[in-house]
């Protein structure tokens, strides 16, 4: 009941600062060109910047098998929402079925996640959560990819994966915790300062984002199914399979919140680029942000 509690005044703070993105979207305070270079901002600099803080501690043999773990677990659900996603959509066109696998495998744990757990599990589930969410990464550039084109230049999406900013924050964060290298207090401040500005740009852009939604993009049954299966059936499954291998309490929580998110916001920008429907591309991943609010919460009564 106390992660609830927390989750539900975590919601509330950030629909607050959705409102915010949604009205100054309404006065083009935020328009396209915005959304996007602040979506640079938060993925290039503000998220690295708050996981690597994140890896303030010292590095011991108890961690490393906490985290080689969770990167277990991590892989394993993925590969299960990859395997799920190839047959339970085939009653829908080629153009909507390669958007809802994709939706399925990847999603949101990264720009929306990480500011949830870090508000809800603090800077032990943030460590956590940055391992978490390697495997979702690395499915992205692969079979993600493979899901819209017959090909995929394995060399370019290994490069991707590795050089992503979140994870050179992860390999910065690890290796500062195994040396414990002293770095200067106003630099600290500075990362700190930095980091802490996630949450709140990452909802006021989500927030802008909602503003592309209209009561048709309701009438869509295939939004609703969708969103059944990424955000209740997926999580529900990842936290039996979590307990069933004995995770801590911690673990599990940040493991069934994180496969709990929306579709990943690459899903629309990606249908965009290999000829699949854009349009409903958007739809998926706003419609699902929505749904989220009100299913994340009630996720965390069950963990």
Known sequence: MDSFMKMLSTQALMLIYMCVGYYCNKKNIIDKPTEIKLTDFVLSITMPCMVFNSFNMKLTVEFVKEASFCLAISFAICGMGWLLGKFIYNRYPNE????????????????LGLPIISSVLGEEGLVLAAIFIIPNRIFMWTAGISIFSNSTDKKQAFLKVLMNPCMVAVYLGLLQAAVQLPIPEFVQKALTGIGNCTTP???LLIGSMLTALTL????DWSTIY????RLALLPIIAMVFMKVLGADDTLTACGVILTAMPAGSTTALLAQKY?????????IVLTSVLFSMISIPFITLLV
Do not use: P
């Not at 969708?226 to 299966?229: C, D, L, N, P, V």
């Not at 000829?275 to 739809?283: E, F, L, N």
């Open 226 to 229: 969708y969103g059944f299966i």
């Open 275 to 283: 000829g699949a429907d854009a349009v409903y591309g958007t739809k």
């Open 201 to 203: 740009i990452s909802m």
């Open 96 to 111: 909507k079925k390669s958007i809802l696998q994709y939706a399925t495998l990847v999603n949101n744990c990264g720009f």
């Open 216 to 219: 048709d993009s309701f009438k």
